[in-house]
């Protein structure tokens, strides 16, 4: 999946140039899951707690590079009483 670059550093554009590709790379996640038998509705709510999750690993190590990435934080959690068990 391509994910393009930021073409500003001004922090409202930026909002919103993520935003669009945000929502064009969950559309073609959406399309996938669509044709592997996953409906639009129970994809759509999985991803947004999908993404609050990494949200909530990031606030907790907003940088991946310096420690665990979110993928490990992810990783330590199941089995810990987490709601990703």
């Known amino acids: ?40 509705d129970e994809i759509a709510v999985a991803m947004f707690e999908a993404a609050r999750f990494l949200k909530e690993a990031n606030e907790k190590e907003p940088d991946p590079a310096a420690g665990t990435s979110v993928r490990d934080a992810a990783k330590e959690q199941i089995g810990r009483g987490e709601r990703y068990d």
């Open 1 to 40: 999946m391509h994910f393009p670059r930021p073409r500003t550093e001004e922090p409202s554009l930026r909002f919103e140039e993520a935003k669009s590709a945000a929502r064009n790379a969950l559309e073609e996640v959406i399309d996938a899951a669509n044709e592997a038998g996953w409906g639009t």
